[in-house]
């Protein structure tokens, strides 16, 4: 799913009308969309006031007054302005919400507005929409504080009126509360960016489709919603499945007195699906990350007195008795910057053709050598191989490997993700608030779920375990494309902050564990990211039958 700015949402709406689907028909469709997913989620007999702009986001707002009360609910419809001021679609959608008994307040000041909200149960923002640009004005600007004083739930239509569609921003000065927002089409920048909904990176943000010809929808961000990717996941397993089918990830990591990492990893690996998972540790640890799950095997590394491991364990017989069997190697969590271990995983990620995903201690050891990734990226595709490598770096690790300061990494998040991704043949997951998953040729995809109760020690430890699983079950690592490693990877990290969403649900921000998102990865296989009624959940989580 594409991600659009402003000016290219107004074009696709151009281009819809140019292809025979008139204007009227796109608001009817968006405004239904809105009544229908009100009356899911805020089901009840209370009041419902549209506050409703002149405009086409205003005419949305009316076209689901008018289903409402259809429905048998109470509508108020508060247009601000006059009832002759609307024109075309939105004129048209105003008159048939009164046909349907939607009482209409015309408003003209601050005393209307206020008695025109009075009694909400239910408040729909339809004031303005993805063309607008910020401060709002007038009666809008006078809305705003009146809605942050209530306690009743906002649903937006298109945007929280205030918001820039075009913004990157977490937030929005001056922008209308929302506790759900319902958009069109595609989601613009501020829908994937922004923390819409009442600063809840966990409410809802949907996308209903409103019957624009898919041609019409184009975008030159190089951006797409990860969430797509999940779709993998949703697939039924073969019925006459077994182990051998669902990949073998090796998971290389651990140091003295850091056991937790790699059994945090490899408890992911194996709830995230993969057939086998072998932990590979320094043989001091073993007994530890061998208590993380009986079904997790295990084999030793051997550690030099100086802490560092042992480089004779690279040589071609040691290594290809580690290898033997392994569809994809996860290294990093836990392996520490001790003695010889660095040179010991550069030489690994020299040596090593399987598909692997690189973390924590093993980016540190990549700091300033990332040329070392392009080359063998390069040896590879010599052969006539493909070689997939992902990298899972937080702002800081990605600082290191780049040699910048973590200010100019964060300043530059997309920019350069992508610039490392294309330039070292790699797939990128820049972690952070959205995190960016970058692709070799430049296609970027934003991912919307995980929330703050994830900013604990070994979350970064789980996603390697997933990623790894995902890449097992999904990828060949014999004839790999770029679109298999693509959804694999957006997957997981949707995954990964999906389960992480749940976690929070059950217990509070602040108490969530990184491995009690490994109890909700259940709860994420099985949310859908496009529900029955079919709105895409951009963030939130839709529960169903399933998950009960």
């Known amino acids: 799913m594409k991600i659009l700015t402003a000016e290219e949402m107004g074009a696709a709406d151009r281009r819809s009308v140019e292809a025979g689907v008139p204007m009227d028909h796109l608001m009817e469709n968006a405004g239904e969309a809105v009544a229908r997913f009100c009356a899911r989620r805020y089901a009840g007999d209370g009041l419902v006031v549209v ?80 063309g607008f640009k910020p401060p709002l004005r007038g009666l809008a600007a006078m809305a ?3 809605l942050e004083a209530m306690t009743v739930p906002v ?9 820039d569609a075009d913004s990157t921003s977490e937030m929005a000065k001056g922008a209308f509360r929302a506790d759900a927002v319902v958009t069109f089409a595609a989601p613009k920048l501020a829908h994937i960016f922004g923390a819409l909904t009442s600063g809840k990176t966990f409410g809802p943000v949907v996308v209903a489709g409103i019957g624009m010809p898919e041609g019409a929808v184009q975008s030159a961000t190089g951006m797409h919603w990860g969430g797509c990717a999940k779709a993998i996941a949703e697939m039924p397993r073969e019925i006459n499945g077994n182990k051998g089918r669902f990949g073998h990830v090796l998971l290389v990591g651990g140091a003295s007195g850091k056991a937790g990492a790699p059994s945090m990893a490899s408890l992911a690996a194996m709830r995230a699906g993969a057939g086998l998972v072998t932990a590979a540790v320094p043989k001091e640890i073993l007994s530890i990350v061998a208590g993380i799950a009986p079904e997790l095997m295990l084999t ?41 271990t660095p040179e010991w995983v550069r030489r690994f990620v020299e040596r090593v053709s399987l598909p692997m995903v690189i973390d924590a201690d093993a980016l540190n050891a990549l700091a300033g050598r990332t040329i070392l990734l392009r080359t063998a990226i390069e040896a590879a595709k010599a052969k006539g191989r493909p070689r997939t490598i992902v990298l899972t770096p937080h702002p800081g690790e990605m600082a290191r490997l780049v040699e910048m300061t973590v200010k100019e ?6 920019g350069l993700a992508r610039r490392f991704a294309t330039e070292h043949g790699v797939t990128l997951v820049l972690k952070g608030w959205r995190t960016l998953v970058a692709h070799p040729d430049g296609r970027i995809a ?39 490693v693509a959804k694999a990877v957006e997957a997981a990290v949707f995954l990964h902050g999906l389960a992480g969403d749940f976690a929070c649900l059950a ?34 989580t839709a529960r169903s039958e399933a998950l009960q």
């Not at 991912?447 to 789980?462: E, L, Q, V, W």
């Not at 990623?467 to 097992?472: D, F, G, H, Q, T």
């Open 300 to 340: 030793p590394l051997v550690v030099e007195r100086e802490g560092g491991l042992q480089l004779q364990a690279l040589e071609e017989a040691s290594l290809a008795k580690l290898l033997k069997g392994i569809t994809v190697v996860g290294i990093g969590p836990g392996l520490g910057q001790e003695g010889t």
């Open 409 to 414: 990494v964060e300043e530059d998040r997309v």
């Open 446 to 484: 934003a991912n919307t779920t995980g929330n703050p109760s994830m900013a604990k020690g070994g979350s970064g430890d789980i996603l390697t375990g997933i990623v790894s699983a995902m890449l097992a079950q999904y990828v060949d690592g014999k004839a790999a494309s770029a679109d298999d």
């Open 144 to 146: 705003q504080p009146m």
């Open 507 to 540: 217990q509070d921000v602040h108490t969530v564990l990184a491995t009690d998102t490994v109890g909700h990865l259940w709860q994420a296989f099985r949310a859908r990211v496009t529900d029955a009624e079919g709105f895409t959940w951009i963030t939130g």
């Open 51 to 130: 506050l409703a702009g002149k405009g086409n986001n205003g005419g949305d707002g009316m076209v689901a007054a008018r289903h409402l009360a259809l429905a048998g609910r109470c509508v108020r419809v508060a247009l601000l302005g006059r009832a002759d001021e609307p024109k075309g679609a939105a004129a048209s959608a105003l008159q048939r919400a009164v046909e349907a008994k939607a009482e209409l307040r015309e408003i003209q000041d601050e005393n209307g507005l206020r008695a025109a909200l009075e009694g909400a149960a239910l408040v729909v923002d339809a004031v303005v929409g993805t």
């Open 155 to 163: 649903v937006a239509v298109d945007l929280p009126s205030g918001w």
